[in-house]
């Protein structure tokens, strides 16, 4: 084979998702749940896509996915496509499993904002004005650029891992005043952490890494359904 490899790690060499398939084949876990950007599906005319089901075919499993805003459990606006799937050795081909389904709610960003913020998360004069140069010049050229400023009753766009740059994406407004950014403890909240969670890094570092985070409750209401439908399939007795 002149040194090619076979099967999915020709397929997936190179990428995170030949890694997942990786431990996928030698821990040959019962179930297994995947998280991703919503475009995933779409991605490369959709070879991406196909990719990823070839490859968990080659392995013998099977997986069920949905598109989920988790804006029904924290004030942020985050369409995330999640993956769960099933050994189809263990369980058969035909398991059904069904995304739990969460009641409208919506919460509020005061909801997850601290009483008291250091003035260094306030906008300095030189960079709101730039931000409002950058949003302007760009809207004359027909483009959506621009920065995100929310008020406490709405609810916030996606926060990202560049976020420790500039705040531009979510930032809160202040009567006549510049805008502030959110803190890392608020961020922590608008990912759905509890304020037991210690944060020990930097404000730079905190912001990449909830700006890259999962969201806490949307994971727990599906790791609960898939551990009812573990269950359910193993017939109740708990020992696999």
């Not at 821990?27 to 089901?53: A, C, Q, W, Y």
């Amino acid at each position: 084979s002149l040194g090619k490899k076979h099967g999915f790690e020709d397929k997936t060499q190179g990428t995170l998702f030949f890694n997942i398939a990786r431990i996928l084949k030698v821990k040959r876990p019962k179930m297994f749940l995947l998280e991703n950007v919503k475009n995933l599906k779409s991605h490369d005319k959709g070879n991406t896509f196909k990719v990823i089901t070839d490859t968990l075919g080659e392995l013998n499993y099977k997986f069920n996915y949905k598109v989920v805003d988790a804006i029904n459990h924290v004030p942020q606006h985050r369409e995330r496509v999640y993956i769960v799937g099933y050994d189809t050795k263990k369980f058969g081909d035909d398991v059904e499993f069904y995304f739990p389904k969460v009641p409208e709610n919506k919460p509020k960003l005061s909801s997850i904002l601290e009483v008291n913020v250091d003035k260094k998360y306030i906008l300095s004069d030189h960079l709101w004005n730039y931000l409002q140069q950058y949003a302007e010049k760009h809207k004359n050229q027909g483009n959506g650029f621009g920065f995100g400023l929310v008020d406490k009753n709405s609810t916030t766009r996606t926060l990202s891992a560049r976020y420790y740059k500039d705040g531009s994406e979510i930032l809160i407004k202040r009567n006549n005043s510049n805008p502030r950014k959110l803190t890392p403890r608020e961020c922590a909240r608008l990912m759905g952490y509890d304020d037991n969670y210690k944060i020990p890094v930097s404000d730079t570092q905190a912001y990449k890494q909830f700006g890259n985070s999962v969201v806490v409750p949307v994971i727990s209401d599906i790791a609960k359904e898939m551990i009812n439908t573990f269950k359910r399939l193993n017939g109740n007795n708990g020992k696999h």
